[in-house]
């Protein structure tokens, strides 16, 4: 229903207010910001500019802006003057409707052939990834009785997590014996950057040979400040008795691709390490 009263406003935006004859002009563009930033994390807050361009004798606009509720929430809008005759306009879960126009009766109409914002929205971080900030139900009116769809630029918001702000301490605590034939390999990690991340252990037990005998692996989120024990289970039922073992681990990070929207694994930092401990003994 919401959607649908929406629709009708659009559709009647430039007609309620027509005073001339249409004519012929440029056709506008309504354009949503690519924001990429990764300072903006959980928490934070941010507002965006939607603009206008190629527009003559501008009335009015509607539109709405579509966005990822897991990753953001919209907190607020603002029309810019002189667009400030509000009709029906409202903040939604996953979407913001926006419909504009001149005071009335003082409706001179406004050009614009380079970017102008016309609307502001603020938006609060939920989490890290990526969300499309996308126009649709979009149109502008102007006072000679037009009102066109006009052309439409999506933009997107991501908060990239940088590899250069992972950096773990880890400590491989040890291992020990779960039961019979099953032994515990346990790493320490502490995230003393200052982004949240994925942390993978791995492990690699190797004999007295140097063959790999086992390996493991265990991966948590870990946020700034968090410190993580993660372990794996070794079934050591085919293992030589007696025999004595080493244990290898290594602690990668993943970071978030703002491109793709996806996690990568971490290629900077100081965040991977390779350790050898004492052996270890099976009786």
């Not at 966005?67 to 879960?93: Q, R």
């Not at 100081?270 to 270890?280: D, L, Y």
Request: aromatic share 12%; net charge negative.
């Amino acid at each position: 229903m919401k959607t649908a009263i929406f629709a009708l406003l659009v559709s009647m935006l430039a007609s309620t207010f027509a005073i001339m004859p249409a004519f012929s002009q440029g056709e506008p563009t309504l354009a949503a910001p690519t924001v990429v930033d990764p300072t903006l994390i959980p928490g934070s807050t941010f507002s965006i500019d939607i603009t206008v361009q190629d527009v003559t004798g501008m009335l009015g606009y509607a539109f709405r802006l579509t966005y990822d509720p897991t990753v953001l929430m919209a907190t607020g809008f603002e029309s810019y003057a002189p667009f400030t005759e509000a009709w029906p306009s409202g903040l939604h879960l996953g979407y913001v409707d926006m419909a504009y126009t001149w005071p009335l009766p003082e409706y001179f109409g406004t050009d614009a052939v380079e970017p102008l914002p016309v609307a502001k929205i603020d938006f609060t971080v939920l989490d890290f990834g990526k969300s499309g900030l996308d126009l649709s139900l979009v149109a502008v009116a102007d006072v000679f009785g037009g009102s066109t769809v006009p052309m439409v630029n999506n933009g997107f918001f991501s908060n990239p997590n940088v590899g250069a702000n992972v950096v773990f301490q880890a400590t491989l605590l040890g291992h020990k014996k779960v039961s019979g034939n099953t032994e515990s390999v346990t790493t320490q990690v502490q995230d003393v950057g200052t982004a949240v991340t994925w942390a993978r252990a791995k492990w690699i037990v190797v004999d007295a040979l140097g063959v790999v005998v086992a390996s493991a692996q265990s991966t948590a989120l870990i946020t700034p400040g968090q410190t993580l024990r993660l372990s794996a289970d070794l079934d050591v039922t085919t293992w030589d008795r007696p025999a004595s073992y080493n244990v290898q681990y290594t602690v990668e990070y993943f970071v978030f691709n703002g491109a793709t929207g996806g996690w990568v694994l971490g290629t900077k930092g100081t965040s991977s390490k390779t350790t050898v401990v004492k052996s270890f003994k099976l009786v």
